[in-house]
């Protein structure tokens, strides 16, 4: 059989976790619970099937103007899962990363963080982003900032910025770009994610809620991407 064509690099907007708690009559609460478990399963199959680079969208900057209550919601499903993923994931070899300002969380959160950033020193499998109070454009405007202090301290004139100074100054930084965005739900838009690195990924939207997703939802998904003819702007 012909060796299967994989994204290298898989994002995932996770979506409709709200509609899908609606639908049944259920707290939206319901749905970010049920959609967690999705988040696991779906990282461990990625990591088994031997993913290099999985990005998952949880929380975005602009995901604080929900109510309280539910954004206090999400907050605790992140420390349960974070609490799971130092139990289960990390003796798998998995790579934690974050992406966005994560400083801002409770101390209990950032104490998971740290000590997950900690376990993961050392491994070498699939490295999992998790994209927590992230947005595309703070994103840039941080790498800007960095930029513009390294231009103040003369390590770098202005006229010598090229993309790759931007790049690595992206919490994404030495990460090739994500290949495949899969947005779940059948919202057609970005949502502020992966503004920089997404000018050529290809994009799918599905209409599965992401608390419905299944493992052969991404593999209709790997199969519609390896048809897919990318051109980066060539012939
Ligand atoms: C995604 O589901 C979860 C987060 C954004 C954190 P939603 O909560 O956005 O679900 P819908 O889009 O309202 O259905
Ligand atoms: C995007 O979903 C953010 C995350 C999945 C974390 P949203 O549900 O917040 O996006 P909009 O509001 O529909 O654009
Ligand atoms: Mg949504």
């Known amino acids: 059989m012909a060796e299967r064509v ?10 409709g976790n709200g509609r899908w708690a609606k639908k049944r009559g259920l707290p939206r609460s319901a749905g970010h619970a049920a959609g967690a478990k999705v988040f696991k399963q779906m990282v461990l199959y990625c990591g088994d099937i ?12 602009e995901n604080w103007k929900r109510p309280q209550k539910e954004v206090l919601s999400l907050v605790s499903l992140f420390k349960i899962y974070l609490k799971d993923a130092l139990d289960n994931f990390l003796n798998r070899n998995i790579q934690v990363r974050f992406l966005g300002d994560t400083s801002v969380f409770d101390p209990q ?8 950033k900690e376990a993961s020193v ?3 499998g699939m490295v999992l982003n998790i ?17 513009a202090q390294d231009v103040q301290q003369g390590k770098i004139k202005p006229e010598e910025i090229e993309e790759a100074d931007i790049a690595s100054r992206l919490y994404t930084a030495g990460e090739p770009d994500p ?16 503004l ?21 939802d991404l593999e209709r998904a ?10 980066f702007g060539g012939i």
């Open 122 to 124: 050392g491994h070498t």
């Open 222 to 231: 790997f199969d519609i991407y390896a048809k897919r003819d990318r051109r």
């Open 179 to 194: 290949d495949l965005i899969i947005r779940p739900s059948g919202e057609q838009r970005t949502s502020n994610f992966m």
């Open 50 to 61: 031997g993913l290099k680079y999985l990005t998952i969208y949880a929380f975005s900057t």
């Open 6 to 15: 994989l994204p290298q690099h898989l994002g995932i907007i996770m979506d």
């Open 131 to 147: 994209a927590l109070n992230y947005g595309g454009r703070a994103e840039i405007v941080r790498a800007v900032r960095l930029l």
């Open 109 to 116: 959160l950032r104490k998971l963080i740290d000590e997950i």
């Open 196 to 216: 920089w690195q997404s000018a050529y990924t290809e994009y799918l939207v599905m209409d599965t809620l992401w608390p419905d997703f299944t493992p052969a």
